[in-house]
């Protein structure tokens, strides 16, 4: 069984910074493609970044330049950094991967308020 545990989601101001974590259990992290992916209230679930086992890294066009995806596979976690936030960032973050199946973690709300 594989487990996504997200943490590190809170209020920020718009323009501050926060650091999203994933730490994952049950799949062979060095291999395996993770994935940021958000919800919004009333929109539907959108990818952010995707991290892929042979190192390319994709964005969500909004997010580019501001947000970072990276990994620690040592210790099997998956990072997101987010830089000079907007308020249209606020949503739930969810961690991902394809591992036989599909798999999310519970998630992790970030508001952009000011």
């Known amino acids: 069984q594989v487990y996504l545990v997200e943490s590190g989601g809170g209020s920020v101001q718009p323009g501050g910074s926060l650091r999203l974590s994933c730490a994952a259990r049950g799949l062979n992290f060095k291999i395996a493609t993770m994935a940021w992916y958000r919800q919004a209230p009333g929109k539907e679930r959108e990818l952010v970044a995707r991290s892929s086992n042979s190192g390319e890294v994709t964005y969500l066009d909004s997010v580019k330049d501001r947000f970072t995806i990276s990994r620690d596979n040592v210790r099997r976690i998956l990072y997101l950094q987010m830089d000079n936030l907007d308020p249209d960032d606020t949503a739930t973050y969810y961690c991902?991967?394809?591992?036989?199946?599909?798999?999310w973690g519970k998630g992790t709300l970030v508001t952009v308020s000011g």
């Open positions: 991902n991967t394809v591992w036989r199946r599909e798999f």
